[in-house]
């Protein structure tokens, strides 16, 4: 009926599980199957599989392709008009339907439970249930109050549960389990490899993000592709950028389901060779030739990144993804974070108008000193962290009073969220493994994938790297000589003990760090400890086992990132460098590449600007300490040269100066020119 002609890995067991009546948990990342393993056993077992579904994109596209194969499939959605939805109510209880998909929303309504209740579904198949935890990267409140309603649908028959999703760590997998009240499920977590797609990470400042797309895909083996916007405005603003030879679209939910519609269609159909999108984009979008995904700034979870590169290559051809980001992205989430988790006297102003009788919002909002929107998300919070029930009429309820330590739990959630992402972008530690080892397969985050940007630095084509300076090579020998006594190293006891003078920045020093992992004789392990109630974390860097039975020869051969190919949109601008794959370039190809720091970009300073540079380093070390960043973050070694070599005097100057944008300026100029000042 599916047209298969066997099944993909894991597949079988997982439909099998699900034919003999177990509740199961499935992992597997998108393009595995993971919709067979729902549609084929609620087939076998005959009746009606309820499917709840949280996009309606997602369920429109499910929904097609069973009817498609003579299928009868009803929906329940906001997007329908009531006539549907009243007749997919009849037919299910009347048993005419195969699949029923509804939004989760609608278990809401007054009566739609009981509905569903008086026929019992074949099964019940959860999908994107990532969205049930609270720890899950794209939290929803309906999803969350799903366990609730499970057991009237289950009473008196054995009607098995599938919670599916492509992304979970294994604390959202615990906590979906617990949330539905799902006892000893089966559990399937399989093959968050892929081997054919190569990652490369770089940071790009924003401006310079528009240009760098544009140049990337004008070539059209890259094409189609996706490019993930991180807000609706983005997203209009980099379509209208492509040429009208690159066919483009923007798709975000500020626009008209008719028009969302028209640009998924038109992409499936190849009309359209890029979109540019929010994240809700792709959810089941079953497009397996999309050659290449570009994050135009940095995601919000490492789990959503994941699936959201995950949609490119699921033919197994080699594609390619690409991250850019700056420190103005760390800016734009802690914007979020502050407006999505606001301060808890906020929720306290709510909770204490509520009362044991239904109340409308209305009446609610006017007791309050909140603005409209800060009295609406904190009265969302409440309801998630169980402090107010909230009805489908919108009348709410007072809840339970132990809302305020889950909330704050959530929050500090939120926040290491983006910190497991910086440390993703400055991780020295293959891509794929990285993001293999995020999802608790440890035993095959051993292997490197070998085509990311630093498993394979001279297959890059966004990020620039150059070979190593004789003083560079020389560093690099002592810190391989020093780590011969020792088990490992902290990174920064590692370079005072092999950089006396303290001439070297940090940035510098992990740069070196990296090319020595790149090169196989180091690695690097993220560590932490506790100190006066605080965690600090540190890297811990130890020889390799290539390196502790190989001496290598006094030259030493390395590669260093250089950040991004040129600077896109200036003068002298050039397009990326062509892959191994599209041009079958040898890795001799890098020898050509700028090298040892003194090419055209090395800046010549004076004696009063090196004593300006040293002082800059100081205080960008400490400014990175106290944001808890990477210094690269807070200023570039190229920018923090630059400024000690022009010595700007006031903030036009400092806008003039490539790398410090409007937000540098505003957050770290009045600190920048005070110490261009000194000395003068």
Same mark, same amino acid.
């Given at each position: 009926?599916?047209?298969?002609?066997?099944?993909?890995?894991?597949?079988?067991?997982?439909?099998?599980?699900?034919?003999?009546?177990?509740?199961?948990?499935?992992?597997?990342?998108?393009?595995?199957?993971?919709?067979?393993?729902?549609?084929?056993?609620?087939?076998?077992?005959?009746?009606?599989?309820?499917?709840?579904?949280?996009?309606?994109?997602?369920?429109?596209?499910?929904?097609?392709?069973?009817?498609?194969?003579?299928?009868?499939?009803?929906?329940?959605?906001?997007?329908?008009?009531?006539?549907?939805?009243?007749?997919?109510?009849?037919?299910?209880?009347?048993?005419?339907?195969?699949?029923?998909?509804?939004?989760?929303?609608?278990?809401?309504?007054?009566?739609?439970?009981?509905?569903?209740?008086?026929?019992?579904?074949?099964?019940?198949?959860?999908?994107?249930?990532?969205?049930?935890?609270?720890?899950?990267?794209?939290?929803?409140?309906?999803?969350?109050?799903?366990?609730?309603?499970?057991?009237?649908?289950?009473?008196?028959?054995?009607?098995?549960?599938?919670?599916?999703?492509?992304?979970?760590?294994?604390?959202?997998?615990?906590?979906?389990?617990?949330?539905?009240?799902?006892?000893?499920?089966?559990?399937?977590?399989?093959?968050?490899?892929?081997?054919?797609?190569?990652?490369?990470?770089?940071?790009?400042?924003?401006?310079?993000?528009?240009?760098?797309?544009?140049?990337?895909?004008?070539?059209?083996?890259?094409?189609?592709?996706?490019?993930?916007?991180?807000?609706?405005?983005?997203?209009?603003?980099?379509?209208?950028?492509?040429?009208?030879?690159?066919?483009?679209?923007?798709?975000?939910?500020?626009?008209?389901?008719?028009?969302?519609?028209?640009?998924?269609?038109?992409?499936?159909?190849?009309?359209?060779?890029?979109?540019?999108?929010?994240?809700?984009?792709?959810?089941?979008?079953?497009?397996?030739?999309?050659?290449?995904?570009?994050?135009?700034?940095?995601?919000?979870?490492?789990?959503?990144?994941?699936?959201?590169?995950?949609?490119?290559?699921?033919?197994?051809?080699?594609?390619?993804?690409?991250?850019?980001?700056?420190?103005?992205?760390?800016?734009?989430?802690?914007?979020?974070?502050?407006?999505?988790?606001?301060?808890?006297?906020?929720?306290?102003?709510?909770?204490?108008?509520?009362?044991?009788?239904?109340?409308?919002?209305?009446? $609610? /909002?006017?007791?309050?000193?909140? #603005? *409209?929107? &800060?009295?609406?998300? !904190? @009265?969302?919070? %409440?309801?998630?962290?169980?402090?107010?029930?909230?009805?489908?009429?919108?009348?709410?309820?007072?809840?339970?009073?132990?809302?305020?330590?889950?909330?704050?739990?959530?929050?500090?959630?939120?926040?290491?969220?983006?910190?497991?992402?910086?440390?993703?972008?400055?991780?020295?530690?293959?891509?794929?493994?990285?993001?293999?080892?995020?999802?608790?397969?440890?035993?095959?985050?051993?292997?490197?994938?070998?085509?990311?940007?630093?498993?394979?630095?001279?297959?890059?084509? $966004? /990020?620039?790297?150059?070979?190593? #300076? *004789?003083? &560079?090579?020389?560093? !690099? @020998?002592?810190? %391989?000589?020093?780590?011969?006594?020792?088990?490992?190293?902290?990174?920064?006891?590692?370079?005072?003990?092999?950089?006396?003078?303290?001439?070297?920045?940090?940035?510098?020093?992990?740069?070196?760090?990296?090319?020595?992992?790149?090169?196989?004789?180091?690695?690097?392990?993220?560590?932490?400890?506790?100190?006066?109630?605080?965690?600090?974390?540190?890297?811990?860097?130890?020889?390799?086992?290539?390196?502790?039975?190989?001496?290598?020869?006094?030259?030493?051969?390395?590669?260093?990132?250089?950040?991004?190919?040129?600077?896109?949109?200036?003068?002298?601008?050039?397009?990326?460098?062509?892959?191994?794959?599209?041009?079958?370039?040898?890795?001799?190809?890098?020898?050509?590449?700028?090298?040892?720091?003194?090419?055209?970009?090395?800046?010549?300073?004076?004696?009063?600007?090196?004593?300006?540079?040293?002082?800059?380093?100081?205080?960008?070390?400490?400014?990175?300490?106290?944001?808890?960043?990477?210094?690269?973050?807070?200023?570039?070694?190229?920018?923090?040269?630059?400024?000690?070599?022009?010595?700007?005097?006031?903030?036009?100057?400092?806008?003039?100066?490539?790398?410090?944008?409007?937000?540098?300026?505003?957050?770290?100029?009045?600190?920048?020119?005070?110490?261009?000042?000194?000395?003068?």
């Amino acid at each position: 009926m599916f047209g298969f002609a066997g099944f993909r890995a894991n597949q079988e067991a997982v439909c099998r599980a699900a034919i003999d009546g177990r509740d199961l948990l499935l992992v597997m990342p998108t393009g595995a199957g993971k919709s067979l393993c729902y549609q084929l056993p609620a087939i076998a077992l005959g009746g009606t599989a309820l499917v709840i579904s949280p996009l309606i994109a997602l369920m429109e596209d499910q929904a097609a392709k069973l009817t498609a194969l003579g299928l009868r499939v009803g929906r329940i959605h906001s997007g329908l008009e009531r006539a549907i939805a009243r007749q997919a109510c009849a037919d299910y209880l009347r048993g005419a339907l195969e699949f029923l998909f509804i939004a989760p929303e609608r278990l809401r309504v007054p009566g739609f439970p009981e509905m569903l209740a008086k026929r019992k579904p074949a099964l019940i198949a959860i999908d994107e249930a990532h969205c049930i935890s609270q720890w899950g990267h794209d939290f929803r409140p309906d999803y969350r109050m799903l366990g609730q309603y499970l057991p009237a649908l289950r009473e008196g028959a054995t009607v098995p549960v599938l919670a599916l999703t492509a992304t979970a760590t294994p604390a959202v997998q615990a906590d979906i389990v617990a949330q539905l009240g799902i006892s000893n499920p089966a559990r399937f977590i399989h093959g968050f490899r892929r081997d054919n797609l190569a990652i490369e990470v770089v940071e790009v400042s924003m401006p310079e993000r528009p240009a760098a797309i544009c140049n990337l895909l004008e070539e059209k083996a890259r094409r189609p592709a996706i490019v993930y916007a991180t807000s609706r405005k983005q997203a209009e603003q980099l379509a209208e950028n492509f040429p009208s030879s690159i066919p483009a679209a923007a798709y975000h939910a500020g626009l008209t389901a008719e028009t969302r519609e028209r640009v998924q269609r038109a992409f499936q159909a190849g009309e359209l060779e890029v979109v540019v999108a929010t994240i809700a984009f792709g959810m089941g979008i079953d497009k397996a030739d999309i050659r290449t995904v570009i994050h135009a700034g940095l995601p919000a979870t490492l789990e959503g990144y994941y699936q959201e590169i995950g949609r490119a290559g699921r033919d197994g051809a080699a594609s390619r993804t690409y991250l850019m980001h700056s420190y103005a992205d760390q800016r734009t989430h802690d914007f979020f974070l502050s407006r999505d988790y606001p301060p808890v006297d906020h929720l306290e102003q709510v909770f204490k108008t509520l009362r044991d009788a239904m109340r409308p919002v209305e009446d $609610l /909002r006017a007791g309050t000193k909140l #603005s *409209a929107e &800060e009295f609406d998300k !904190a @009265l969302e919070k %409440l309801e998630i962290h169980g402090g107010a029930r909230v009805d489908f009429g919108g009348r709410v309820i007072a809840g339970a009073h132990g809302w305020k330590k889950t909330y704050a739990v959530q929050a500090q959630y939120r926040a290491e969220q983006i910190e497991k992402v910086l440390r993703f972008t400055t991780s020295s530690e293959c891509r794929m493994a990285a993001l293999v080892r995020h999802f608790g397969d440890v035993g095959d985050a051993t292997k490197p994938c070998g085509v990311c940007d630093v498993c394979d630095p001279a297959g890059a084509v $966004l /990020r620039l790297f150059r070979r190593a #300076s *004789a003083a &560079e090579s020389a560093m !690099a @020998l002592a810190i %391989l000589n020093d780590l011969r006594a020792v088990d490992y190293k902290a990174a920064g006891t590692l370079q005072r003990g092999v950089d006396a003078s303290g001439r070297t920045s940090r940035d510098a020093f992990d740069g070196l760090l990296d090319a020595l992992v790149r090169a196989g004789l180091v690695a690097i392990e993220d560590a932490e400890y506790e100190k006066d109630g605080e965690v600090r974390r540190y890297r811990k860097v130890r020889l390799t086992e290539t390196e502790l039975e190989h001496r290598p020869s006094m030259s030493l051969s390395l590669l260093i990132s250089d950040g991004m190919v040129e600077e896109f949109g200036g003068q002298g601008s050039q397009p990326p460098r062509k892959s191994k794959a599209e041009k079958g370039r040898a890795k001799a190809g890098v020898e050509n590449a700028r090298g040892g720091g003194a090419g055209k970009d090395a800046i010549e300073l004076s004696v009063d600007g090196e004593a300006l540079a040293v002082r800059l380093r100081e205080w960008r070390a400490l400014e990175a300490k106290r944001l808890k960043v990477p210094a690269f973050l807070v200023m570039h070694d190229r920018t923090l040269n630059a400024v000690a070599q022009r010595r700007p005097g006031n903030p036009r100057q400092l806008l003039e100066i490539d790398g410090l944008g409007p937000a540098k300026v505003e957050k770290f100029g009045a600190a920048i020119l005070k110490l261009c000042l000194v000395g003068e």
